[in-house]
């Protein structure tokens, strides 16, 4: 089974309207979370990541993420879209199967914002 | 400081040669890894360096590829006789340490073609 998987490959918001990417992890997965995002012909660029500190986190550039056991889920929120926001956004967890820091990548969403 | 650089930024090559794909991670970072990332197989986890060993190689997807580390710094991939399925994004990120909540620094990526 899929340790992350992100529901919705493309998604696309006005600008100004809320933005919402969806992960789920598997309930086997160790609570180390991380959302990345990835600019055209760029590297990965850390949002946010949970390391069971505290369930809402905050990141960069207004986004957040809240970290739900009952739902074994840590979607992605941004309460208003801004055109720079479009790019392809990666949900990623760490210490799965093992004691091991390597990442695994969700399949990713692309985010695409209309004027 | 600088961010993590990679060298070449772009790779065009025939099927058969050898080549070397080279990332200069954050100084003082002591972990070290590559990914790939391919339209096909989304962003896969290669190799992992600790200072100059490699405690974890699992993603390496054949004995074409390996890689090496030294002085702690440096890192080189090398693939002997690419194959066309060869051809993706090479990305290599660095850490502080190899912790399961350390935030991995990305660089921008190697965009390796085979011909």
């Known amino acids: 089974a899929q340790s992350v998987t992100q529901l919705g490959s493309h998604v696309s918001v006005s600008e100004g309207a809320l933005v919402l990417l969806r992960c789920n992890y598997s309930s086997s997965v160790p609570p180390y979370l991380f959302w990345y995002v990835q600019y055209p012909n760029q590297g990965l660029q850390l949002l946010l990541k949970?390391?069971?500190?505290?369930?809402l986190v905050k990141g960069i550039n207004g986004f957040e993420a809240e970290f739900k056991k009952s739902e074994t889920s840590f979607h992605l929120t941004k309460p208003s879209a801004h055109m720079s926001d479009a790019a392809e956004y990666f949900c990623a967890v760490s210490g799965y199967g093992g004691a091991t820091n390597k990442l695994i990548f969700g399949t990713g969403t692309l985010l695409a914002v209309q004027p | 400081g600088a961010g993590v650089s990679q060298s070449p930024s772009n790779k065009v090559t025939e099927k058969g040669k050898d080549v070397e794909l080279r990332c200069d991670p954050i100084?003082?970072?002591?972990?070290l890894y590559w990914y790939r990332q391919s339209l096909g197989q989304g962003l896969e986890f290669l190799i992992y360096?600790?200072?100059?060993?490699?405690?974890?190689k699992s993603g390496l997807p054949s004995d074409r590829f390996s890689a090496e580390r030294t002085g702690g710094s440096v890192s080189t991939l090398t693939i002997q006789r690419t194959q066309q399925e060869d051809s993706a994004v090479y990305l290599c990120?660095?850490?502080?340490?190899?912790?399961?909540?350390?935030?991995?620094?990305f660089g921008p990526g190697t965009r390796l073609l085979v011909l």
């Open positions: 990120a660095s850490s502080l340490v190899a912790q399961v909540q350390e935030t991995q620094y």
């Open positions: 360096f600790q200072g100059n060993s490699a405690p974890d």
């Open positions: 100084s003082g970072h002591t972990a």
């Open positions: 949970y390391t069971s500190a505290a369930t």
